[in-house]
């Protein structure tokens, strides 16, 4: 029943923070190609690990991420008026290159097909 809750929760926050984001973050550094990937929340609600993927390079990557921990409690505030729970969580921003790590692998595999075929 928890998990079922907590579930609910991080898929309320992921829809709330892409809105918030697209919509409200008007810094001119921030790319459009940003995407809330993933939100895993603790089970006291106290924090919420938020996953962004960016296409960019890396040097704006980190930059992209910093801008966003800035924002964090105007963002947490924001959410906060969605969920109606009785703590909003701690929102923490973490890059997710799980994208960038797929296409790696798959150019590997790609690239040990060909040479097994020559």
């Known amino acids: 029943m928890a998990k079922n809750r907590i579930n609910k929760i991080n898929e309320t926050i992921k829809q709330e923070l892409s809105s ?3 919509k ?3 810094d001119p550094r921030l790319t459009e190609l ?6 895993d929340t603790t089970g006291d609600l106290r924090y919420a690990k938020v996953y962004i ?3 960019d390079t ?7 991420i910093d801008i966003l921990n800035k924002a964090a409690g105007f963002l947490r505030k924001n ?3 969605t969920l109606k ?8 921003f973490v890059l997710d290159d799980s994208i960038e ?3 790696h692998i798959d150019e590997v595999i790609r690239k040990l097909h060909k040479d097994s075929q020559e």
């Open 20 to 22: 918030l984001i697209r």
């Open 24 to 26: 409200n973050i008007k």
């Open 34 to 39: 940003i995407s809330v990937m993933k939100v």
């Open 53 to 55: 993927s960016i296409f």
């Open 58 to 64: 890396d040097e704006k990557k980190a930059q992209a």
């Open 79 to 81: 959410v906060g008026k």
């Open 85 to 92: 729970t009785h703590y909003t969580p701690e929102l923490i």
């Open 101 to 103: 790590y797929g296409a």
